[in-house]
């Protein structure tokens, strides 16, 4: 795989319950890197991905998802997604804010009407009881054209996310 970074897109947000990142897929890449330089939530939950086309953010139950948790207290665990209506397990976020909280995504092909949006992510965090992370694999299971993404179904206190296209 090409190993070139060109940044595209910024964005981000305070005291939010979702950021979106509209407009930043285009046909000029065919795998984008998404990656957080922060988040800071107050309250403990799941960070959704979904994706967004020319309707708005995804609401369907589209996304399939086999994800890892990697647990430094614990035994890892593995939860797979059928048929779910976002990308749950990519990063668990807890009340209080940690540093070294962060995710890190690939995007396949989100601009090509005629295919699935296929990604992999893995994520780094920190709660009472250690570190936690996820490596994730996932399928967006309509063939359309994505232009952007959110993260969604937690208040941000603070969050940052840059979008680069992989040459």
């Known amino acids: 795989m090409a190993t070139n970074l060109e940044f595209i897109k910024s964005a981000s947000g305070t005291s939010v319950s979702s950021l979106s990142v509209?407009?930043?897929?285009?046909a000029d890449y065919d795998v984008y890197f998404i990656s957080t330089s922060k988040i800071d939530t107050s309250s403990a939950g799941y960070v959704r991905p979904r994706f967004i086309n020319s309707s708005g953010i995804t609401t369907g139950s589209n996304y399939d998802q086999a994800s890892l948790q990697l647990r430094s207290w614990t035994t890892f665990g593995e939860y797979p997604l059928v048929n779910y209506n976002s990308f749950l397990y990519t990063i668990y976020q807890t009340a209080d804010s940690y540093a070294g909280t962060g995710l890190s995504m690939y995007v396949y092909n989100p601009?090509?009407?005629?295919s699935y949006t296929f990604m992999n992510s893995q994520s780094s965090s920190q709660n009472p009881n250690g570190h936690n992370?996820?490596?994730?694999?996932?399928?967006?299971?309509?063939?359309e054209q994505i232009t952007g993404f959110a993260l969604t179904d937690i208040t941000f206190d603070n969050v940052t996310v840059n979008v680069y296209g992989v040459k």
């Open 111 to 114: 601009y090509e009407s005629s």
């Open 22 to 26: 509209t407009d930043c897929f285009s």
């Open 133 to 143: 992370g996820y490596k994730s694999i996932g399928v967006y299971k309509v063939a």
